[in-house]
Every structure is written in structure tokens, then in C-alpha cells.
């Protein structure tokens, strides 16, 4: 779907038509981030099945060991203090309990944590694609579930918007005079959060690690220079290139953690143009999708999404917001 902020019109296209939409001399940004093998299946001395969902680390990361943040199921039958052997080479220790089934573990391997995940733990597909243990589906999934320019582990989710390439469409967007950035933005649980406040300005986004660096912010500058338009392929792309963004629309090489939440009402300074999946209600990904494009406009896109039948979540349809 193509939305126009100035006319309000609005197309019903397919994804392969996205090269068409875009002009020679803007400046495609997509998060490079890649979704770690955070989801470990172990078990109880009981033989009773125990899921760890990593979240986040809590601790500067060293070898042999590391302290996460991480669901833990079931948790009203764990406590403090348990350890899970996963597979052949890590052990989960369950630290303390931090609230709504949340918990700090300790991870311990021989070798680096990230590299023994790697070999025994699980992409963490959403909650809706159900697969059990040894599904050779996984593998599949595993695959499917990393965007084909995925370059630093971190995430707990993919950058959906970024699903949609392939390496092909991305060649034939640089044959049209496109340039191509990257930003990393490591994407945690609370991304997805639903807003139960009862005011949207007083949800809060957990912060996460970004990291623009000085060839990204030299690319922006160029496609300023230019007349180019800045793409951001993502909301993630959005709040770290906004996160760096000075009132010129210009941004400065950083990285660090950022909480930025942008609901309607916000100046966008860097992003001129946005590419995002479909989002649930209530959730900040929505509110920064209106923010851009306009409460009323979106709402009047998605009715039409949802009368014709388009899909959403993680594997759903884009829209080009313009």
C-alpha cells in the first residue's frame, strides 16, 4: 500500500512495485540488526519442560558467562536459585525474580555465551508460529526470520519492515540510482508492549542500544545535499535516525541506549519517508506511524487494509507512507 501524507491518496500496490516509488538520489536506511538464538528449551530434574526467553543483557558481557533479562515458563514453578543444563554447553541459573514473569539468569558456557547460543538455542519466532522441539520447520524459520542484510546480533525480534527484501529487489533499487544505509537498532521485548496507560505520552519504552556510524550520517548528509528524500525502512530505523537527528535534519555519528517514544504531535527532523508492516492497536509502532503520516490518514489506510484483506504481524503486508 502507497499513502500519500500531501494528497491523501492512497494505492493498493505490491511490494516489487517499491522501486518504482522511489527517486533517484534518496537514501534507503535499514536496521542491520539480527535476531539472536535467544529461545532455550531445558528441562527440570522432573523431566518437566522449561523455556528461557532471553530479553536483554543486564551486564557488560564477558567470557564464559553472562547475566541476562529473561522470561522464564512457568514461572510461578521455578525459583531462585534452579539451574537448566541447555544442550551440551550452556547452563541457565535463575538469579532473582523481576516481576510479571520476568527473570535475571546467569549464563555459563565454555567458550563465548554468543557463540554456544549459536549452536543450541532457538530464533524466537513469534508467539503465533508454533513449533515443537526438533520441527525441521526451524530451520527454515531460522532463515526466514533474519532479514538478508542482518549484520550484528542483539535482537529478541526481527525488523519486519526489512523482511520483505531479497537480495535481487535491493540490486535493482541501487540500479535506480538509490543509495543504501544502515543504523542498528537491537529490538527488546518492550518494543512491543502493549500502551495500557490511559494518556499514550505516559507509556514507556524500555531503552535499547543504537548505533549510527559516521558513513551513515556522511550518507545523510549527501542525500540532503542532493534534494534526496531519506527512506527509513522501519520504525526502528525511524527512532535511531531520529534519536541522532540535529534540527537540520542532519544526524550525528552516536550510539548509546534510547527511549524515545514518538506519538502524534512529534517533528520528525531526519525521516522524510517511511516503509513499515501493519501494527496492532495500542501499541508505540502505531502511534509512530501516525505521528507521521497523520491519525486520521492511517486510520482511513488501515480500514482499507482490513477490507481488503491485507495480512498483519511479523509476515504481513508494508505500507509505503510518503
Known amino acids: 500500500m502507497a499513502v500519500c501524507r500531501e494528497t491523501g491518496e492512497i494505492r493498493h500496490l505490491r511490494f516489487p512495485d517499491l522501486a518504482g516509488l522511489l527517486r533517484r538520489g534518496d537514501l534507503l536506511v535499514l536496521n542491520d540488526t539480527k535476531?539472536?538464538?535467544?529461545r532455550l528449551r531445558a528441562r527440570k530434574a522432573t523431566g518437566a519442560a522449561v523455556e528461557i526467553f532471553l530479553l536483554s543483557p543486564l551486564e557488560a558481557r564477558e567470557p564464559g558467562g553472562e547475566t541476562w533479562e529473561a522470561l522464564a515458563r512457568p514461572s510461578r514453578?521455578?525459583?531462585?536459585?534452579?539451574?537448566f543444563r541447555v544442550g551440551e554447553e550452556i547452563v541457565v541459573t535463575l538469579l532473582r525474580r523481576l516481576?510479571?514473569?520476568r527473570w535475571s539468569v546467569r549464563l555459563s558456557a565454555r567458550g563465548l555465551v554468543h557463540e554456544a547460543l549459536e549452536r543450541g538455542?532457538?530464533?524466537?519466532?513469534?508467539?503465533?508460529?508454533?513449533?515443537?522441539?526438533?520441527?525441521?520447520?526451524?530451520?527454515t524459520d531460522a532463515e526466514r526470520y533474519q532479514t538478508v542484510y542482518a549484520r550484528h546480533p542483539g535482537s529478541v525480534a526481527a525488523p519486519t519492515a526489512g523482511l520483505h527484501f531479497d537480495r535481487?529487489?535491493?540490486a535493482k533499487i541501487a540500479r535506480t540510482g538509490v543509495a543504501t544505509a544502515t543504523v542498528t537498532l537491537t529490538i527488546g521485548y518492550g518494543t512491543f508492549s502493549t500502551i495500557r496507560a490511559g494518556d499514550v505520552e505516559d507509556h514507556e519504552i524500555h531503552p535499547e542500544e543504537f548505533r549510527l556510524g559516521s558513513e551513515?550520517?556522511?550518507?545523510?548528509?549527501?542525500?540532503?545535499?542532493r534534494g534526496g528524500r531519506v527512506v527509513a525502512v522501519g520504525t526502528t530505523s525511524v527512532r535511531t535516525l531520529e534519536s541522532c537527528a540535529g534540527p537540520d535534519g542532519r544526524v550525528t555519528p552516536s550510539e548509546g541506549t534510547t527511549r524515545l517514544f514518538i506519538t502524534p504531535g512529534y517533528r520528525f527532523r531526519a525521516v522524510d519517508v517511511l516503509l513499515t508492516n501493519f501494527h496492532l492497536p495500542r501499541s508505540s509502532l502505531l502511534a509512530l506511524v501516525m505521528a507521521f503520516g497523520g491519525v486520521e490518514l492511517i486510520r482511513e489506510a488501515y480500514r482499507k487494509a482490513v477490507s481488503e484483506r491485507y495480512r498483519f504481524f511479523s509476515y504481513g503486508d508494508a505500507m509505503f507512507v510518503f
Do not use: S
Open 168 to 170: 535481487n529487489l535491493l
Open 121 to 139: 538455542g532457538e530464533v524466537p519466532l513469534p508467539p503465533y508460529i508454533r513449533r515443537r522441539a526438533g520441527d525441521p520447520l526451524l530451520l
Open 216 to 225: 551513515t550520517a556522511a550518507a545523510v548528509a549527501a542525500a540532503r545535499n
Open 77 to 83: 514453578r521455578l525459583n531462585e536459585g534452579m539451574l
Open 35 to 38: 535476531v539472536i538464538r535467544g
Open 99 to 101: 516481576g510479571e514473569g
